[in-house]
């Protein structure tokens, strides 16, 4: 069992910077694929990014929206995963969500039913 905790949202003007982390409970993060997805109202909830084991080369995927502008890193030291996100978009408004996948592959999951653990989000609002 993971337990899956986000901080670092708010409110923040729009080509401003935030960096979001997902503090993980457990001794195996190192083996669980991370991903951040996120839900804007009245949408539904989308894949941001995301990032592989270690063994498999801690790969990392983007949505074509925020690619160029978010980085995904994990520390598995400190059991965190984070989602660096600049040049912020009015359109980046949602509540953020952390996300796990137990076991390793060589390519980063994007679909919301192939992660087994998920963090309660945190709000990131950008004004225009």
């Known amino acids: 069992q993971v337990q899956l905790v986000e901080s670092g949202g708010g409110l923040v003007q729009a080509g401003g910077s935030l960096r979001l982390s997902c503090a993980a409970s457990g001794r195996t993060f190192s083996s669980y694929a991370m991903g951040w997805f996120r839900q804007a109202p009245g949408k539904e909830r989308e894949f941001v990014a995301g990032?592989?084991?270690?063994?498999?080369?801690?790969?990392?995927s983007y949505a074509d929206s925020v690619k160029g502008r978010f980085t995904i890193s994990r520390d598995n030291a400190k059991n965190t995963v984070y989602l660096q996100m600049n040049s912020l978009k009015p359109e980046d408004t949602a509540v953020y969500y952390c996300?796990?996948?137990?076991?390793?592959?060589?390519?980063?999951?994007?679909?919301?039913?192939?992660?087994?653990?998920w963090g309660h989000g945190t709000q990131v609002t950008v004004s225009s």
């Open positions: 996300a796990a996948r137990s076991g390793g592959s060589y390519y980063v999951r994007r679909l919301e039913d192939e992660y087994d653990y």
């Open positions: 990032i592989t084991v270690n063994w498999s080369g801690g790969l990392t």
